[in-house]
């Protein structure tokens, strides 16, 4: 018969899972793994709301196997480290993405691709190689293959810098692996969340000229003032819209709803570019007429390799970039779900996990 | 008043052309404008039939002006040329393409790509800059501006080469512009029609591994015997179309009717791109996890620009390169747009203009 959370294990751990569709976290008792030759044990200190992390508790993509444990923007401290790691010692900040382990044979993986192999487990939700589930960042410990782990740049804030190792890295991988860095060039962020409000501070640091499309014409001010976007384009504005056709060199999409791709499409000059990074419910109603009248492509990206990752976390560091977040305690994590199902976050929430998350 | 086809321009041609929705081609008298300092007059021997004339003359996506003489895959002879030409002289094999003229200032005309200005002016039923209607290769002769003329190597078979001026450019340009024009490269392409089939003797000039992806099997033969390609996938066998998901590096898709991608999304490795040359009218459901999931690429790409058909149609002389075609007379081209609707050409109808127009005069 197949253990309990609590006992599959031998280290007793402790965080907030959801038990159904309901989407509602609550105090959940599991363990994590024996520390193996390759692993390292981290104390979590913040770990960052995705919006994927919403999806997941409410079982939106259908592949939810409950009980889960969120988060996959992790921040934390090394605890303990298998003998045969190299990169990290006692001590070190460390971060932990969106994957915890790879085939490591396959020519995705032989080529610093880990986040495109088949067989990648990710950090919460799959089944890990000893058959037992992956537990994720809402939580006071986990244990990571060292390949896996972030080395954590001393002088970037670990609550403000925990969002990048989601929402970061997917945008600023498609945004080199793509091209849009191109000092010079116009680039669109459509959608001003999570992901799109990272992805005006990468433009801006590739020296791009950056215009957020929104829905939302609140965030104008935002977009121009705070985060420094060259112009803001309302999306449910036909002239404007219009008059900015065939301007933009690229586009990085990150909506997550089901939205129409043609306005997008038409913004673009030809060659443009258009890579989408959210993960709508249902499939995207794709013209083709523009996209032949223009060479114009749609790319996708999931998120990044460990590879780009710890670039990107490096580059952040070296340009003081850092994800705007709101600090919250782990009890109060209910509430903030139902506030990022209405995008009612200025961008990111990271849970203060260690002063927050108690038995 | 505006002057009738006959009188608009000093120089008397004969083609045929179409004069309603009907498509139904007839023998038709027009004039060509005088040759212009930037021109180059020839001779028309050969002409193309391409899918999109038969859209042209049946009005299918709503811009076609009446009467129509379509053809842009056109090959002759030049009798004459303007002061100012330098690229051709008389007595040389030429060809014109799908435009025969843009604005010249705009980026894409800078970076040589005139196909994507937005003023660009295509060889038929488009307005051209002297306010009058262009007319196409189905016709005795044709003056174009010497940017737009291709020049043809001695060596080659006209009427062969036709088709490359669009459905060459049309699959090379993308095999080039997306990275599949590489040894080693696995290429699917889907549809083995006139396009399809120049896209797998390119791609296998090019050194990569090709399957063709059809849902007749009827074409497979062809396909492996005749045209060199690797493999043959038969898009409705789910056991075959199984076996070869994540395996191919790109696919290029010339089918112009509505289909659905996901299956060919699924058929690309990690990084793969799928680029679409045939456009439907509605929009197809774009599945978005597969494409993320593996940092896949949906495309399109439309015919190329003049500089790369002149290095096109160089590279297809260097390798052998022809189209394989049906070569028929100009009064038999009515039937031949009824076969064409069928599918029923391996894989290009060829016009001989040249041996069979005059003949049509009334």
Not at chain 2, 17 to 34: H, I, N
């Amino acid at each position: 018969m197949a253990k309990s959370p609590e006992e599959e294990h031998p280290h007793k751990a402790f965080g907030w899972a959801a038990r159904d569709s309901s989407g509602v976290l609550s105090p959940f008792h599991f363990s994590r793994r024996e520390n193996a030759d390759e692993d390292v044990t981290i104390k979590i200190l913040y770990c960052g709301v995705c919006h994927s992390d919403l999806h997941s508790i409410k079982n939106d993509w259908g592949f939810t196997s409950f009980p889960i444990v969120p988060g996959h923007e992790i921040v934390g401290v090394v605890t303990n480290t298998g003998k045969a790691v190299k990169k990290f010692k006692v001590g070190d900040r460390v971060g932990v993405g969106v994957l915890v382990s790879s085939c490591k044979n396959c020519e995705n993986c032989q080529q610093d691709s880990e986040n495109y192999c088949p067989q990648m487990t990710l950090t919460y939700n799959s089944i890990y190689h000893d058959g037992t589930k992956t537990y994720g960042g809402y939580s006071d410990t986990v244990v990571v293959d060292e390949r896996y782990v972030l080395r954590f740049p001393d002088n970037l804030p670990p609550d403000a810098g925990a969002p990048l190792l989601c929402a970061g890295v997917t945008v600023y991988s498609p945004m080199k692996y793509y091209g849009m860095t191109e000092p010079g060039k116009h680039l669109g962020v459509a959608g001003l969340g999570g992901l799109g409000h990272v992805a005006v501070k990468f433009g801006k640091a590739f020296g791009l000229k950056v215009t957020v499309i929104s829905s939302s014409p609140k965030k104008e001010d935002e977009a121009l003032n705070r985060l420094g976007a060259d112009s803001f384009l309302v999306s449910s504005d036909p002239a404007k819209m219009k008059a900015a056709f065939g301007t933009m060199d690229y586009i990085i999409d990150t909506v997550s709803a089901v939205h129409a791709l043609a306005p997008l499409l038409g913004l673009l000059k030809v060659n443009g570019k258009l890579v989408t990074v959210g993960l709508p419910e249902k499939p995207l109603e794709l013209p083709i007429f523009p996209l032949v009248m223009g060479r114009k492509l749609v790319g996708g990206s999931d998120f990044g390799s460990v590879k780009e990752t710890q670039e990107m976390l490096d580059f952040c560091a070296k340009h003081g970039i850092t994800a705007d977040i709101e600090l919250i305690r782990m009890e109060n994590i209910n509430s903030a779900m139902e506030r990022l199902a209405k995008s009612d976050v200025r961008y990111r929430f990271v849970i203060d996990v260690a002063n927050s998350l108690s038995q | 008043m505006a002057k009738s086809p006959e009188q608009e321009h000093p120089k008397k041609a004969f083609g045929w052309a179409a004069r309603d929705t009907s498509g139904v081609l007839s023998p038709f008298k027009f004039s060509r404008r005088a040759t212009g300092e930037e021109d180059v007059t020839f001779k028309v021997l050969y002409c193309g039939v391409c899918h999109s004339d038969l859209h042209m003359t049946t009005n299918d996506w709503g811009m076609s002006i009446y009467p129509l003489v379509p053809g842009h895959e056109m090959v002759g002879e030049v009798t004459e040329v303007g002061s100012k030409v330098k690229k051709v002289k008389v007595g040389d094999k030429v060809g014109v393409g799908c435009v025969v003229g843009a604005c010249h200032s705009c980026e894409n005309c800078t970076n040589d790509l005139e196909v994507y200005c937005p003023d660009m002016i295509l060889t038929y039923s488009t307005i051209y800059h002297d306010g009058t209607i262009t007319y196409g290769g189905y016709s005795d002769t044709m003056v174009a501006n010497e940017r737009y003329i291709i020049r043809f190597p001695e060596n080659v078979s006209l009427d062969a080469s036709a088709p490359l001026l669009c459905a060459g450019i049309t699959v090379y340009s993308p095999l080039k512009y997306f990275g599949f024009a590489e040894v080693g490269k696995h290429i699917g392409v889907v549809g083995l029609g006139g396009l399809g089939h120049l896209a797998v003797k390119f791609a296998k000039a090019f050194g990569a591994k090709v399957t063709v992806i059809s849902t007749s099997i009827s074409k497979k033969e062809e396909a492996l015997e005749h045209l060199g390609a690797d493999s043959f996938l038969l898009s409705r066998d789910q056991e075959q179309v199984q076996a070869a998901k994540s395996t191919m590096d790109g696919i290029i898709d010339t089918v112009s009717a509505s289909h659905p991608i996901l299956p060919l999304i699924e058929l690309l490795k990690t990084n793969g791109k799928l680029v679409l040359l045939g456009a439907p009218e509605k929009p197809l459901e774009l599945p978005v996890f597969p494409l993320l999931m593996g940092r896949k690429t949906v495309a399109g790409s439309a015919t190329g620009g003049l500089k790369e058909i002149q290095e096109m149609v160089d590279f297809a002389a260097k390798h052998n390169i022809t189209a394989d075609t049906e070569l028929i007379s100009m009064e038999y081209v009515n039937t031949a747009m009824e076969r064409l609707a069928k599918g029923d050409v391996r894989y290009r109808f060829v016009i001989d203009i040249g041996n069979t127009l005059a003949a049509t005069k009334p």
